[in-house]
């Protein structure tokens, strides 16, 4: 009733994730080859059906001997953990939802991870989904903040929902000769990329988001119909760029990154002002944009609740463990490092 379907079985994963009416670009397979390729673990799609219910899971399963802080202290292919990938994903879930038929499922999940060696499990659940509120049995969650979520209806209720000061900004790019375009040509990547470090090294990014270029290859050539790079030109010189990723009527805020010598002009307001737009206009239903740095209330998310006053998502994180020996084996390890600070709020704890 549970089984795993491995990478390389990409034609079966993206045809059993399509049959599900609320999937999202974050389940299919080409969206997961670039975080494979930047080692964030090896991917995994988990497939549940009986005659109730039908389910899937996305997660990249890590080996936790791969991890700087338990070299040479665990054997490698001996422990493993869970997280969702990049982005968000939990549990998508079809049939008739009950709590017999959830805690089925969640007998099988359990014990076919505890039998692969997997410890722990960190769910970052789909904001504009809310997947999160199926499976409260399942997982404890934690609701950590908002996020911003554009409908796109209609153009007249993308602009209505932005705040005055957007308004303003939009109107000021447009007048001042901002002009926005999209593509996914090999050079826009190139560009992308260049513009992207730049960005990244002048807001002290951790490294974990230097990207390096075969991922960027890899968005560029894996996901050919799910994946758009917009940008905005002032007087013939990129200024900003977005990479959107998309997919089943949904748009995301993927990465993105400006010239700072240009803010002035605004060109990120009108740029997400178009990515809405184009959406409108080629039939997709909601632009999610994401929230605060560590889902805080912080200057970015005011920057992107300006879009859209209205909005009501919420970011929500499941924690699970499914070997609990196991999990404090390897927290009795980190303790002995001087540096391990258990008081730090981090799941799993062991890899603080």
Same mark, same amino acid.
Not at 26 to 44: N, Q, R, V
Not at 74 to 99: C, K, M, Q, S
Not at 207 to 232: G, R
């Given at each position: =009733?549970?089984?795993?379907?491995?990478?390389?079985?990409?034609?079966?994963?993206?045809?059993?994730? !399509?049959?599900?009416?609320?999937?999202?670009?974050?389940?299919?397979?080409?969206?997961?080859?670039?975080?494979?390729?930047?080692?964030?673990?090896?991917?995994?799609?988990?497939?549940?059906?009986?005659?109730?219910?039908?389910?899937?899971?996305?997660?990249?399963?890590?080996?936790?001997?791969?991890?700087?802080?338990?070299?040479?202290?665990?054997? &490698?292919?001996?422990?493993?953990?869970?997280?969702?990938?990049? $982005?968000?994903? $939990?549990?998508?879930?079809?049939? %008739?939802?009950?709590?017999?038929?959830?805690?089925?499922?969640?007998?099988?999940?359990?014990?076919?991870?505890?039998?692969?060696?997997?410890?722990?499990?960190?769910?970052?659940?789909?904001?504009?989904?809310?997947?999160? !509120?199926?499976?409260?049995? =399942?997982?404890?969650?934690?609701?950590?903040?908002?996020?911003?979520?554009?409908?796109?209806?209609?153009?007249?209720?993308?602009?209505?929902?932005?705040?005055?000061?957007?308004?303003?900004?939009?109107?000021?790019?447009?007048?001042?000769?901002?002009?926005?375009?999209?593509? +996914?040509? &090999? !050079? *826009?990547?190139?560009?992308?990329?260049?513009?992207?470090?730049?960005?990244?090294?002048?807001?002290?990014?951790?490294?974990?988001?230097?990207?390096?270029?075969?991922?960027?290859?890899?968005?560029?050539?894996? =996901?050919?119909?799910?994946?758009?790079?917009?940008?905005?030109?002032?007087?013939?010189?990129?200024?900003?760029?977005?990479?959107?990723?998309?997919?089943? $009527?949904?748009?995301?805020?993927?990465?993105?990154?400006?010239?700072?010598?240009?803010?002035?002009?605004?060109?990120?307001?009108? *740029?997400?002002?178009?990515?809405?737009?184009?959406?409108?206009?080629?039939?997709?239903? %909601?632009?999610?944009?994401?929230?605060?740095? $560590?889902?805080?209330?912080?200057?970015?998310?005011?920057?992107?609740?300006?879009?859209?006053?209205?909005?009501?998502?919420?970011?929500?994180?499941?924690?699970?463990?499914?070997?609990?020996?196991?999990?404090?084996?390897?927290? +009795?390890?980190?303790?002995?490092?001087?540096?391990?600070?258990?008081?730090?709020?981090?799941? &799993?704890?062991? +890899?603080?």
């Amino acid at each position: =009733m549970l089984t795993m379907i491995t990478f390389d079985e990409t034609e079966k994963w993206n045809t059993i994730v !399509e049959k599900f009416k609320d999937f999202d670009v974050y389940y299919l397979s080409t969206y997961l080859e670039a975080f494979k390729i930047h080692g964030d673990g090896e991917p995994i799609l988990f497939y549940y059906e009986d005659e109730n219910i039908t389910a899937i899971n996305v997660v990249m399963k890590r080996d936790i001997a791969a991890d700087v802080r338990f070299h040479n202290k665990v054997n &490698p292919h001996t422990f493993y953990d869970i997280a969702t990938p990049y $982005g968000y994903g $939990g549990f998508l879930i079809e049939g %008739t939802i009950t709590e017999a038929n959830l805690q089925k499922l969640n007998d099988e999940y359990n014990e076919l991870c505890a039998k692969e060696g997997i410890v722990s499990e960190i769910v970052r659940f789909h904001p504009v989904l809310n997947n999160c !509120e199926y499976v409260s049995s =399942m997982y404890e969650i934690s609701n950590l903040g908002k996020t911003i979520t554009l409908t796109l209806a209609s153009q007249e209720e993308i602009w209505n929902n932005l705040n005055t000061n957007k308004k303003r900004w939009i109107k000021k790019a447009l007048k001042s000769g901002v002009q926005i375009y999209w593509g +996914r040509s &090999p !050079e *826009l990547f190139t560009e992308f990329r260049s513009l992207y470090h730049q960005t990244m090294e002048k807001n002290n990014a951790k490294n974990y988001y230097n990207f390096n270029d075969d991922f960027f290859q890899s968005v560029l050539q894996d =996901m050919p119909y799910n994946s758009l790079i917009f940008y905005a030109q002032f007087e013939k010189r990129t200024i900003a760029m977005v990479i959107t990723t998309f997919g089943n $009527g949904q748009i995301h805020h993927h990465l993105s990154a400006s010239d700072i010598n240009f803010q002035h002009l605004g060109p990120t307001n009108l *740029l997400m002002y178009e990515i809405a737009c184009w959406g409108n206009a080629n039939g997709f239903k %909601t632009f999610h944009l994401g929230g605060g740095v $560590g889902s805080k209330a912080d200057s970015l998310y005011e920057f992107k609740q300006g879009f859209n006053k209205n909005s009501d998502t919420i970011f929500s994180i499941g924690k699970k463990i499914f070997d609990v020996e196991k999990y404090n084996h390897l927290l +009795r390890i980190r303790k002995k490092d001087e540096n391990f600070d258990e008081s730090e709020a981090f799941f &799993p704890s062991y +890899r603080i």
